[in-house]
T-cell receptor, first 112, second 113 residues
Framework: DTGVSQNPRHKITKRGQNVTFRCDPI?????LYWYRQTLGQGPEFLTY????????KSRLLSDRFSAERPKGSFSTLEIQRTEQGDSAMYLC??????????FGPGTRLTVT | AQKVTQAQTEISVVEKEDVTLDCVYE???????LFWYKQPPSGELVFLIR??????QNEISGRYSWNFQKSTSSFNFTITASQVVDSAVYFC??????????FGKGTRLHILP
């Protein structure tokens, strides 16, 4: 059983550019979560999906952020007009409806 | 409101010593779940344990043990006979269901050879 995978692992972009990250959950996990982790902090919840439905969004998810899970399998997180404050590790997790969430390796975003 | 507090920002111990990581939580729900995750230098979060609010039994898994006390809203984690490979950031976390997990700020543990 392969784990959660995320691509790319690292992304460096210039301020103002758009970026998109992908998350592939563990096969048959119907719930998928996005978190953001800044340096020295714990992960903070951004949003989650049950199948293709986006069920909750954090206040942290500004209008520049959008997440999709069109077929209930992989998910994408897009950040438009990136700002330096968006620099962080973006973590994806999945679960089968139980409370345990299994995390991917993350995508580290650096905005210059 | 949900909150997880890990008062210890950083701890250093010499290998083979025992070390306890503290965690205090706040929640208004009577049903909730507590977790510990490990984040080694590679960055990936590794799930260690989950406890349900209605099960206060302490748990031991090899060199790891967890002490859950509802009376003090604490869920402490002890590593016995620490090893260098235990060096990592450890996060305590709380969930009130199968949605988001609320994490503490983490405790960075250094095991010195």
């Amino acid at each position: 059983d392969t784990g959660v995978s995320q691509n790319p692992r690292h992304k460096i972009t210039k301020r103002g550019q758009n970026v998109t990250f992908r998350c592939d959950p563990i096969s048959e996990h119907n719930r998928l979560y996005w978190y953001r982790q800044t340096l020295g902090q714990g992960p903070e919840f951004l949003t989650y999906f049950q199948n293709e439905a986006q069920l909750e969004k954090s206040r942290l998810l500004s209008d520049r952020f959008s997440a999709e899970r069109p077929k209930g399998s992989f998910s994408t997180l897009e950040i438009q007009r990136t700002e330096q404050g968006d620099s962080a590790m973006y973590l994806c997790a999945s679960s089968s409806g139980t409370v345990e969430q299994y995390f991917g390796p993350g995508t580290r975003l650096t905005v210059t | 409101a949900q909150k997880v507090t890990q008062a210890q920002t950083e701890i250093s111990v010499v290998e083979k010593e025992d070390v306890t990581l503290d965690c205090v939580y706040e929640t208004r729900d009577t049903t909730y779940y507590l977790f510990w995750y490990k984040q080694p230098p590679s960055g990936e979060l590794v799930f260690l344990i989950r406890r349900n609010s209605f099960d206060e039994q302490n748990e031991i898994s090899g060199r790891y043990s967890w002490n859950f006390q509802k009376s003090t809203s604490s869920f402490n984690f002890t590593i016995t006979a620490s090893q260098v490979v235990d060096s990592a950031v450890y996060f305590c976390a709380l969930s009130e269901g199968d949605d988001k997990i609320i994490f503490g700020k983490g405790t960075r543990l250094h095991i010195l050879p």
